[in-house]
């Protein structure tokens, strides 16, 4: 995995106060370098932001309309190992997620 990468899921998951105990100490070493400095003021930035933004207007039933739409949408093809045409999405969901039994 890219290092700046996973530095700055610690700082983001230190910053959500997310971070499990044992990543503390790298989530901090990640923070003392000019790039996880920028990553804190960036990630908190956000958050100013987004609590500071008025709650949008949403029209009457836009949740429930959403809802339906991403239910109608087709699900993604499956990668690696092809799984059983037959299985539903569950059983590829879970072919997914645990691997091949």
Do not use: C, Y
């Amino acid at each position: 995995m890219d290092t700046n990468k996973k530095n700055r899921e610690l700082i983001s998951a230190l910053s959500d106060g997310e971070i499990p105990d044992g990543d503390q100490e790298l989530a901090l070493a990640a923070l003392d370098t000019p790039d996880g400095e920028q990553a804190w003021a960036l990630f908190h930035h956000v958050g100013d932001v987004l609590r500071a933004a008025p709650a949008p207007d949403l029209s009457p039933g836009f949740a429930e309309k959403l809802a339906a739409r991403l239910d109608a949408e087709p699900l993604p093809a499956k990668r690696g190992a092809a799984a059983s045409d037959t299985a539903g999405p569950a059983a590829q969901f879970d072919q997914t997620v645990a691997g091949p039994t």
